[in-house]
Nanobody, 120 residues
Framework: QVQLVESGGGLVQAGGSLRLSCAAS????????MGWFRQAQGKEREFVSA????????YYADSVKGRFTISRDNAKNTVYLQMNSLKPEDTAVYYC?????????????WGQGTQVTVSS
């Protein structure tokens, strides 16, 4: 059974940084893409970033491009989201996700989320 556990959220002032982690278990981590999404209160969940199985391809929402960096350590079964220059509008619950099949970005498995709050 695939399990994803996020950590690293918290309260930070605008302009600050946080690094989120997502530890995966239950299958061969290195075979699958990983993604980060977020959901602010009262809003729909939105895509933040994704990374291919090898880490060679990365994707970002326009709203975070240049401020957030996704990476992965396949030896540690962990994906990271380094968030710099945080803004109050980045406040949300952040989720990591992974697809059911290799070579796709159709996410099936989700973590429980970690709260990020950016104060102005």
């Amino acid at each position: 059974q695939v399990q994803l556990v996020e950590s690293g959220g918290g309260l930070v002032q605008a302009g600050g940084s946080l690094r989120l982690s997502c530890a995966a278990s239950g299958r061969t981590f290195s075979s699958y893409a990983m993604g980060w999404f977020r959901q602010a209160q009262g809003k729909e969940r939105e895509f933040v970033s994704a990374i291919s199985w090898s880490g060679g391809l990365t994707y970002y929402a326009d709203s975070v491009k240049g401020r957030f960096t996704i990476s992965r350590d396949n030896a540690k079964n962990t994906v990271y989201l380094q968030m710099n220059s945080l803004k109050p509008e980045d406040t949300a619950v952040y989720y990591c996700a992974t697809p059911a099949e290799p070579n796709t970005y159709e996410y099936k498995y989700w973590g429980q989320g970690t709260q990020v709050t950016v104060s102005s």
